[in-house]
């Protein structure tokens, strides 16, 4: 039990420092992340709305109760930045996005599960 929770708070520290870093850089008008955006045509506003809620997932993966929706809220950002680099063909680019993914995935399935949702899935089942 113990090494699961080392996995999970290295897991989570990984995955602050890489959706705060990219987070950051949108929201702070890096030049690559500028450059990103317009090559792909999307407006500046869906720049900040994407850094906003990358640096919102790195914040919540720091409180553990919220971590395991932190986690859950990363997998359709990443499966976002997956179709942009496809779309796009960007294939050279697609190891960032599926690796992230993998970890919120991984940090995911290695958080205890809310009760709230663990109650709700019960009576779905019954």
Known sequence: MESRRVIA???AIGLVALLGFYGAAKLLRAGFEVAAFQRWGYPSAFRVMVGSFEVACAVALLVPAARW???LAVLPLMAG???TNITHAELD???LPIGT???????????PMPARVGAWTARLRA
């Open 81 to 83: 930045a997956m179709m």
């Open 9 to 11: 708070t290295a897991l």
């Open 93 to 95: 680019k697609l190891g």
């Open 69 to 71: 929706w932190a986690a």
């Open 101 to 111: 993914a993998l970890a919120a995935l991984a940090l995911l399935l290695l958080t």
